[in-house]
């Protein structure tokens, strides 16, 4: 007589540790997605259910012990909320939030999509992304059908079956069986099995921005039988789809789909600010191509790109790769600063970029919108020749000549409101890694930081740099 303990499967209309099970929203392979209600919760709930089959291979057990471990782990906007897990053992599920939204998904039924449509919807699945990566956490099956949308436009990564997480036990690498993927979507170096490149996630990004901007896949007929040929041969160019495509954001999908992972983004939040600033984005041959590529270059790419290469480029684990591209944010009012200050607030950029190779530069300026009420602020404010924020933008930029940063490196941002609350904003928006801002004299000539900068310090998500000089504070 066997003494081995049977595992339960869960099915509609029965009643597991306090969760009703109703209806069956979706059916796969490997899983079943119940919606569940319990007397303790208000929130739409789903009740993941994984199929226990003999026909079934063991990685489909170790894909749902995966996501239970991974998001048992995480807090936050960009994952669902988790309520239950059943005991492995006797009767895996696991309760999760209902998140419904589906925009990403709709839009790529749709597309193309308008220029702005397309960044709008991108820019927060890349900082969900981000996030992700921040956590040492590889999702690997990234597509349309895993992004969700709350009701307050926030994005959700759903689906971590596939997932690498860089501090747990991989449950793929156990196993001899052909790891999961979606043929669409995947990455080159994931056919030869790699689990450690964030930025197989980055190629993922490139092909839903692809299908976004064409209204098709860039690979045609993409299926288990040819979809090593991305190997060797790239995406036909998005211009030649749809020629209304600018050439930046040619540029942008196509460093995202790179064969070679060291020729793409090194982070998903590069990508959204790419998006948000085309004007960043430097152009290559890629942003001119018209054509596919011919015979000698698939020839070349089929040489180049063998296993080794793949496996020798996956080596930084996620969190360490965020850490060789770090934004920086220069925060600066040139006309409430001494020469001196404005000096040193440029040595320490300059100490950063040489440092920091792969990093990057926003010199923000914040300007308050001036009241116009009174005659000689209309007066004022007709006569100027140009918008004040023109000015700035201007101003700026001379003062950054002597950074010698190429435009790739270094934007210039002039907007108008609270300097706190928009510098807050900011660097919260774009996940910015490091601030460097001036501290400022108070009336008195006291040694103080300052209102502004004491704000930021307790409301961003990031190291700041307070820069300050003995001139600027000398001896009393």
């Excluded at 929130?43 to 995966?66: D, N, R």
């Excluded at 970029?353 to 990093?359: K, L, Y």
Aim: hydrophobic share 35%; charged share 25%.
């Amino acid at each position: 007589m066997s003494n081995a303990t049977e595992v339960h499967e869960i099915s509609q209309g029965e009643t597991i540790d306090g969760f009703l099970v109703g209806e069956c929203i979706h059916q796969s392979q490997v899983s079943s997605l119940y919606r569940v209600t319990h007397p303790e919760h208000n929130e739409a709930m789903i009740m993941k259910v994984p199929k226990i089959s003999v026909l079934l291979p063991s990685s489909v057990f170790a894909g749902f012990e995966t996501e239970i471990r991974i998001l048992s782990r995480l807090r936050g906007a960009y994952t669902p909320r988790v309520y239950a897990k059943g005991d492995l053992s006797t009767c895996p599920y696991l309760v999760m939030e209902y998140v419904e939204g589906d925009l990403l998904q709709q839009a790529v039924r749709n597309a193309p999509v308008e220029l702005e449509q397309l960044c709008q919807l991108m820019r927060p699945v890349c900082r969900a992304v981000h996030e992700l990566h921040r956590h040492n956490i590889i999702h690997l099956d990234l597509k349309p059908e895993n992004i969700r949308n709350r009701d307050d436009g926030h994005v959700v990564v759903i689906d971590m079956g596939t997932a690498h997480h860089a501090q747990l036990p991989d449950m793929y690498s156990v196993t001899d069986e052909q790891q999961p993927f979606t043929v669409d979507y995947v990455a080159p170096e994931q056919l030869f099995g790699i689990r450690t490149d964030s930025r197989s996630d980055i190629y993922a990004i490139g092909v839903m921005l692809y299908e976004l901007a064409t209204g098709k896949g860039p690979f045609e007929k993409a299926n288990l039988l040819t979809v090593k040929t991305r190997l060797y041969i790239p995406p036909k160019p998005p211009r030649c789809i749809n020629k209304d495509i600018p050439e930046w954001l040619q540029e942008v999908i196509l460093k995202c789909m790179e064969i070679n992972p060291e020729n793409r983004y090194s982070t998903a939040k590069e990508v959204a600010y790419a998006l948000a600033h085309p004007n960043m984005v430097e152009l290559t041959e890629r942003a001119t191509k018209k054509h596919s590529a011919g015979p000698f270059a698939i020839l070349q790419n089929w040489l180049r790109h063998r296993e080794s290469m793949f496996v020798k480029a996956s080596r930084l684990q996620p969190y360490h790769r965020l850490t060789t591209a770090q934004h920086i944010l220069v925060t600066v009012k040139l006309d409430h600063s001494s020469e001196e200050l404005r000096q040193s607030l440029r040595k320490e950029m300059q100490k950063i970029a040489r440092q920091e190779t792969d990093s990057y530069f926003t010199c923000l300026s914040v300007v308050a919108k001036e009241a116009t009420g009174d005659a000689e602020d209309i007066s004022d404010f007709i006569t100027q020749s140009q918008p004040r924020h023109i000015q700035v933008q201007a101003e700026l930029r001379h003062w950054l000549e002597p950074v010698k940063l190429p435009q790739s490196r270094l934007n210039v941002q002039v907007i108008y409101g609270d300097p706190a609350t928009e510098i807050v904003n900011y660097a919260n928006t774009f996940a910015i890694d490091h601030i460097i801002m001036c501290a400022h004299r108070s009336g008195s000539g006291k040694k103080v930081i300052g209102q502004v900068p004491e704000k930021i310090i307790a409301e961003v998500n990031c190291s700041v740099t307070v820069v300050r000089t003995r001139l600027d504070y000398p001896e009393q």
